[in-house]
């Protein structure tokens, strides 16, 4: 698959340890690293079947979990002198997380203050509006690839083995989505998915949905934990139209399916 | 020149109302020559409550060491629909970058990056080239890596009189009341920042 999406230095490993810890409903404090390093290890697999870019750090934490993981399933070695290096590991993991975990609340907790040029203004606030009216996006990349994830799961196999080449590219699947989201305002994420008959379908689907939403046209939230996952226009059809044929977006991105 | 109550008022309002900038006491004190610091500031106190108690448009706040004139919350609905705003977000990296100079400031970009596990690169030169963060000295190890440490325009951004309004960190007692460094970072202020990085460690 030659596209290639490149996402704003969205999260890292440390982000997605806390969603699967979260997700989990676990403690950072006795993080059950098998569980955890298989999830970790399965996310890593369908972001590198997107071609979404894999920071480095990624596959840093991915060998660091595997060697605690493994570390931990073997007795310690007679006479070994770091007997403690896998638990010092782990312990070292779980500060990180820790420290992470408390600087991303204390983020948090600064969004919420009122924020100059998003909830109060001054004299000089025209030129320089910095925020969206409904501030922070609510879900993370990797709540979306998790629902994806399911999405992709229940496709069934297929029974023959499919040679045509699918002409689908990510733009005309943006259009498609903001076409849906013309007509109904709302849609929910799995319903996205719902025409599409083969894998590649999903993925270019999945693709067109994240270029929509890092372009700000499209608006994803999620009222409830677990709850339905809902996606929204935000701007009008027009607008993004114009914007898709004025930019090409999608396309210097390496569409060439 | 003695000044009736009302007149300070008065003046203190159209002094806060033409100024683009923050208005710190000493500078409003400069100009109303012949008052007392200790009446302007109950003058400003006045104008406070009344602005609230008559719910006008204007809020007077201390922020950023100054005083300014602020719109209330309550009305930002109709700022951006006036402003037409479709104005860019505020990441969550670029927030959370931003937190962690606020409380751990000097800080490298080494030092950030060790604690959100992925580059900040993009990061810290947008928070740069919007002032919100600014190089206060280098570091004193190898590489001589540069320190970052916020401005007053973050401290106007996320409406705070100085760096004690921070939200407090959990279990982080230690590091509540960063002080902002100078620019000229003296050697005796690099070895405090060393002590600091072995206190958190």
Do not use: C
């Not at chain 1, 704003?8 to 989990?24: C, F, Q, T, V």
């Not at chain 1, 590649?200 to 009222?223: C, D, P």
């Not at chain 2, 006036?82 to 000097?106: D, G, H, N």
């Not at chain 2, 590489?143 to 970052?148: Q, S």
């Amino acid at each position: 698959m030659p596209m290639h999406v490149q996402l704003e230095a969205y999260e890292g490993p440390l982000d997605l340890l806390l969603h699967l810890i979260k997700k989990n409903e676990v403690s950072i404090a006795d993080i059950p690293i098998a569980l955890i390093t298989q999830q970790y290890l399965e996310t890593l697999e369908v972001m590198r079947g997107l071609n979404l870019d894999l920071a480095g750090e990624f596959l840093i934490m991915a060998s660091t979990l595997i060697h605690i993981k493994s570390r931990m399933l073997l007795p310690p070695e007679e006479g070994e002198e770091d007997e403690d290096e896998w638990g010092d590991q782990r312990e070292e993991l779980i500060r990180r997380l820790l420290e992470y975990q408390r600087y991303k609340e204390a983020s948090e907790d600064l969004a919420k203050r009122e924020l100059l040029n998003r909830d109060v203004f001054t004299r000089s606030s025209e030129a320089t509006p910095e925020f969206e009216s409904d501030g922070f996006v609510k879900l993370s990349l990797f709540d979306l690839m998790a629902a994806f994830q399911r999405v992709l799961e229940r496709l069934p196999e297929p029974e023959i083995h499919q040679v045509t080449v699918e002409e689908i590219s990510v733009r005309e699947k943006m259009s498609f989505i903001l076409a849906m989201l013309h007509r109904k305002t709302k849609v929910v994420f799995q319903s996205l998915f719902e025409d599409a008959s083969s894998r590649m379908q999903l993925v270019v689907t999945f693709l067109a949905l994240l270029e929509l939403i890092k372009m700000r046209a499209v608006s994803v939230t999620q009222e409830e934990r677990m709850g339905p996952i809902v996606v929204e226009a935000v701007t009008s059809l027009d607008d993004m139209e114009e914007k898709l044929a004025g930019e090409g977006t999608g396309e210097e991105n390496g569409h060439g399916a | 020149m003695a000044m009736e109550r009302e007149k300070l008022k008065s003046v203190i309002e159209s002094l806060l109302l033409v100024s683009e900038a923050i208005l710190n006491l000493d500078r409003l004190s400069a100009v109303i020559e012949g008052v007392e610091k200790k009446e302007i500031l109950s003058a400003i106190e006045d104008l406070q409550s009344e602005y609230e108690t008559q719910e006008r448009g204007i809020r007077l706040v201390e922020v950023g060491g100054g005083y300014q004139l602020r719109t209330p919350k309550a009305n930002s609905d109709w700022i951006r629909t006036l402003f037409r705003s479709k104005a860019a977000r505020m990441s969550k990296p670029t927030l959370e970058t931003l937190a962690i100079v606020a409380y751990k400031q000097p800080i490298t970009r080494g030092e950030i990056e060790h604690i959100r596990g992925v580059s900040v690169d993009g990061i810290i030169g947008t928070l740069l080239a919007r002032q919100w963060v600014r190089i206060v000295g280098r570091k004193d190890v190898p590489g001589k890596p540069f320190l970052y440490g916020t401005t007053r325009e973050f401290l106007e951004l996320f409406n705070l009189k100085d760096l004690t309004g921070l939200p407090t960190l959990k279990e982080m007692e230690e590091i509540t009341q960063p002080q902002i460094p100078e620019q000229n970072t003296l050697p005796a202020e690099e070895s405090k920042v060393d002590s600091n990085e072995t206190s958190n460690q």
